[in-house]
């Protein structure tokens, strides 16, 4: 991120920052030669604004004071993202469940070589590089009512959908609730996979939050009573304002898996990247070093292979190997075994 955005900017420049440090982390693995994976869900708040950046199946989820719930990641197993499974097959990789011999094939969708059940993730150098590790990225204005987010990894979400989450959990403090969550699932189907969870609340300014009991029949709306303003005068303009605030704003949203497409110059800070400079590993350029991300690109009447940004030799690489452009190890048929 440059130094001298405002804070209006600095927000505006978060989706396309956070694809590049996403990118330039998993570049950071394989320098390191670190070959177990992870999930990510990157969230960042800024004042009302928020920013998730995902990859994986460890998701977040925004239930507004208004009662409302907003999905704020994307689910990337194979199992159930046919978009992601078309992706890979086009760019190179095989897509079929574990063989166990004699052609019997069991458990969820993964991907050869390397056998991961995820279509994106970060540091998972086993794989083919068109597991990609550029994030879905969402971004929201909460109203100033506030409202209740809940980050949890997957071994949640197999057991809990996102109703069942927040009721669980309603009137408690964000520790508490987050302890709830995981014991619920553990509760409704075992130690089966990670379960961990963050619960965060976002309070209007000026009004804190008091500790309710759970209620006996747990329902939407009950979280938007916990941040209503108590006031005798019921009437009164400010409670007005309270009981109908302004509602969520969709800022922005994007899951691409091309570069090409995340780093477009035409989103609306161009000064993001520099001439002189890689657009993903920050790493300075000289004069005639940088290739243009839309090198090579199908289209080009409309994407000049002179427009920046650029990339370094080793980033653009990168970008060839997760569009399919590049063989990635010897091409290994489908294994026997495989882990998520």
Request: aromatic share 6%; proline share 6%.
């Amino acid at each position: 991120m440059p130094s001298d955005l405002n804070r209006d900017e600095w927000v505006t420049a978060l989706p396309r920052a956070l694809v590049a440090g996403f990118v330039k982390t998993d570049k950071d693995f394989q320098e390191k030669a670190q070959t177990s994976g992870t999930t990510v869900t990157f969230l960042i708040i800024e004042g009302w604004v928020i920013t998730v950046a995902s990859v994986g199946d460890s998701h977040c989820i925004l239930e507004s004071a208004e009662g409302t719930i907003y999905h704020l990641s994307e689910d990337h197993r194979l199992e159930c993202n046919e978009e992601e499974r078309i992706r890979i097959t086009a760019s190179g990789g095989e897509v079929g469940r574990l063989n166990t011999g004699g052609g019997a094939e069991i458990g969820p969708l993964r991907c050869w070589p390397g056998g991961l059940c995820l279509s994106r993730s970060i540091g998972d150098m086993d794989v083919g590089e068109y597991i990609v590790p550029v994030p879905y990225v969402k971004q929201v204005k909460l109203s100033t009512a506030g409202g209740r987010i809940i980050i949890s990894s997957d071994g949640v979400w197999d057991a809990l959908s996102a109703d069942q989450a927040l009721d669980c959990c309603r009137g408690m403090l964000p520790d508490a609730a987050a302890a709830q969550i995981v014991k619920e699932a553990l509760h409704e189907k075992g130690l089966r996979d990670d379960t961990t969870c963050i619960v965060i609340d976002i309070l209007p300014q000026d009004k804190p939050m008091a500790p309710l009991p759970p209620p006996k029949k747990p329902g939407k709306g009950v979280f938007k009573s916990m941040f209503r303003k108590k006031s005798s005068e019921s009437s009164s303009q400010i409670d007005q304002e309270y009981i109908e605030p302004d509602v969520v704003e969709e800022l922005f949203e994007d899951g691409s898996a091309m570069l090409s497409e995340r780093l477009d110059t035409k989103y609306p800070l161009c000064n993001m990247f520099r001439l002189f400079m890689c657009a993903v590993c920050q790493v300075e350029l000289k004069p005639g070093e940088g290739i243009s991300i839309h090198a090579g690109s199908s289209n080009p009447g409309k994407l000049r292979p002179w427009d920046g940004p650029f990339l370094c030799l080793s980033c653009q690489e990168k970008k060839e190997a997760m569009e399919g452009r590049r063989p990635f190890g010897d091409g290994s048929s489908r294994h026997s075994s495989g882990s998520d």
